[in-house]
Structures are given as C-alpha cells and as structure tokens.
C-alpha cells in the first residue's frame, strides 16, 4: 500500500487543487498572503531538492546515499513540510471571498489529503532508510525529528547543495507552480467587462 501510495502521490493531490481553482474566490490580500506561503513553502522543496537529487522524482523510493545535511540536518522529511506550506498557500488564496462553509471544505480537504498521502508515504520510505542504512539512519532519527523541525542541527550531516539536480528534478513542480498561480491571479481580474470594452468600444 505505502508503494502505491509512493508512486501515485502527486496525482493525489490534483482533485484538491481544481476544487481550489475552480470553487476558490481569491482576493488581491488572500492571493498575497497565499502567496507568501507558497514561495516559502516551495523554497524549502528546493533547498531539500538541491540536497536529496534527482531520486525525488522516482516512482520509487531511491536512495544512492543517506542525505543528513541541509533542510535535512533539521527534519527528516524537508520536502514534504515545504509541500504542506505551498498547499496551504493556495488554500488560503482559494478561501478570499468565500463563505465559511467553503473555507472549512477547502481546509479540511487539504489536511485530509495532506495527512493520509504522507502518512502511507512516509513510514514506507522509513522502512527502506531503516534496511538501506541500517544504524546510521536509526542514529540519525534519533536526533532529527519527522515532522516538526529542530532548533539544533544535526552533528553530522552528510550531502552537499547540488543546483544541477533542481534543475533536473524541480522544473516540472516549478512549471506547475508558477501555471496554478498565475491561474489563481486571473480570477481576481474582472475579465467579462475587460472583453466587452476591447470588442465594444
């Protein structure tokens, strides 16, 4: 199950994001605010991205060495907290002009994907660390939590910053990204009397 849940964990996601845009009423302050959060939040991927390499991208779960340094240094899963931020960016893009109802949905929705996704994905790549690395991962764990960051980074991290593999890994997410934005900003632009003026004056 943690395997099929590895393999499809993007298109998971996809339903709740054409709720968000197709149901979503987002304001120039939601869409800013929103913002903020999806950059931070995609940030972080691409730190943990420039880290982890190429492997993010695979239909199952790789890993040539163990990564212990950068976002990795101060939790275990860096990209999967980024991801969490970025949703919850375009969540708050979406809840702008909508009624309370729809904002618990579009929250609820997110947290419920968010949560059961990762929570078969994650102690299936657990699993692999533990039988790939053996106890230098199990030291590793000890110190760095799964979730919820560490003040302290960890005493021996391991991997260096590779910007290559953002390029090699990220460009899609990113393409992604940046289409869903602009997307959200176009339904704030009052396109139907935009249109009347070019064709009818």
């Not at 990564?67 to 375009?90: A, E, K, M, Q, W």
């Not at 090699?168 to 249109?195: D, H, R, W, Y």
Request: glycine residues 10%; proline residues 6%; contains cysteine.
């Amino acid at each position: 199950m943690g395997s099929f849940f590895f393999k499809h964990r993007g298109a998971f996601f996809v339903p709740v994001a054409l709720l968000l845009f197709i149901a979503g009423k987002p304001t120039v302050l939601s869409f800013i605010i929103g913002l903020v959060f999806a950059l931070l939040g995609e940030a972080i991927r691409i730190w943990g991205v420039g880290y982890a390499g190429i492997t993010t991208r695979k239909d199952n779960v790789e890993a040539p060495f163990l990564v212990t340094g950068g976002p990795f240094s101060y939790v275990r899963n860096p990209l999967y907290i980024g991801n969490g931020i970025t949703g919850l960016g375009f969540v708050i893009m979406a809840c702008g002009e909508q009624n309370l109802i729809w904002r618990i949905v579009f929250i609820a929705l997110w947290f419920l994907c968010y949560f059961g996704v990762y929570g078969m994905v994650i102690p299936h790549e657990e699993e692999f660390l533990k039988k790939e690395f053996g106890e230098p991962y199990l030291e590793y764990c000890k110190h760095v939590n799964r979730i919820f960051p560490n003040f302290k980074k960890y005493s021996n991290p391991q991997g260096t910053f590779n910007p290559e593999a953002i390029k090699e890994a990220e460009s899609k997410t990113l393409v992604q990204f940046f289409i869903f934005l602009i997307l959200m900003s176009l339904k704030i632009i009052p396109f139907g009397p935009l249109v009347g003026k070019l064709f009818l004056s």
